[in-house]
């Protein structure tokens, strides 16, 4: 289907095909085989890396030069940067340009979905990165990226939820430990 940096295979930018990987499996009808299933979860895991600050410079300089005209295909870029930095409040920038995208832009929707997905997981904001997920496995059910990031999705959020009801669980033992003492000590002062 293509990349999810459009162009970058036509060598617009010396390090896009550096950043470039496929959106999902070519042929739907395709089986898709172990070493596919791993090139996918390894493309997905590439994207925790941060971009190099000279990289993401690159992609803010061309962002900044075309000022109020911003063109649909830099901002993206410039988004897309900023979802694989390292620093919340570049993350949190590339959720916002990217939701701008989304709703101006109706035939970016779908490049879109995933790095709003994938920057709302690296925000902690479960939730909405599962919405936007799923909305691109509507799409595109062979999608790896997504069936993978949905995973990630999923344990994550199984992760937490068991950290809660564990850390609830260590408190109520508390109160009843605390209470089980003043419940004795009022019954020896009697």
Known sequence: MGSLIPNCAAGQDEHAADWCFPADAADAERSVTEEDARRFLD??????????????QVLRSRYEKEGEFVGVQ?????AWGLIKS?????????????????R????????????LALGNYKLGIYAEA???NDQLLD??????Q?????E?????VAREGLMGVAILSGVAIAAGVVGGMLFRGVGRKR
């Open 74 to 78: 830099t901002k993206f870029n410039y």
């Open 43 to 56: 493309a997905l895991l590439c994207l925790a890396d941060s971009l190099k600050p000279e990289e993401l």
């Open 152 to 156: 990630l999705i999923d344990d994550k």
């Open 146 to 150: 997504a069936s993978s990031l949905k």
């Open 130 to 132: 599962r919405r936007y």
């Open 139 to 144: 799409l595109e059910p062979m999608n790896m």
């Open 104 to 115: 101006v832009a109706p035939e970016r929707r779908r490049e879109c979905l995933y790095y």
């Open 86 to 102: 390292s620093l919340r409040q570049d993350q949190q920038t590339g959720v916002r340009l990217l939701s701008e995208i989304f």
